[in-house]
């Protein structure tokens, strides 16, 4: 059982930046891929971000892709998400998550345990 709390979301200017961080429990951190996913408004949650259990590998979404920076610390217990160059519509619930495959993905199915979310609010 792994149990995930977000914290760092918030209202910033466009153009501005935001670091999201997530802290989780347990001591099998390390055996999990991690991964970001975001909520708008009236639309579907979708993937923004992904990282390997090692931290070697990382994956993005198009829409994010170079604003966009995932790290994790094993030792810590902690991922997070570097964010530069907000956008208006970056504005959502920003939600962490541990899943056991032993790949990246982006399917919100390969991940078994989710964090509360996080507001992030990016103003024009």
């Known amino acids: 059982q792994v149990q995930l709390v977000e914290s760092g979301g918030g209202l910033v200017q466009a153009g501005g930046s935001l670091r999201l961080s997530c802290t989780a429990s347990g001591r099998t951190f390390s055996s999990y891929v991690m991964g970001w996913f975001r909520q708008a408004p009236g639309k579907e949650r979708e993937f923004v971000a992904a990282?390997?259990?090692?931290?070697?590998?990382?994956y993005y979404a198009d829409s994010v892709k170079g604003r966009f920076t995932i790290s994790r610390n094993n030792l810590k217990n902690t991922v997070q998400l570097q964010m530069n160059s907000l956008k208006p519509e970056d504005t959502a619930v920003y939600y962490c998550a541990a899943g056991g495959k032993s790949y990246i993905s982006t399917k919100q199915n390969d991940y078994n345990y989710w964090g509360q979310g996080t507001q992030v609010t990016v103003s024009s």
């Open positions: 990282i390997s259990r090692s931290g070697g590998s990382t």
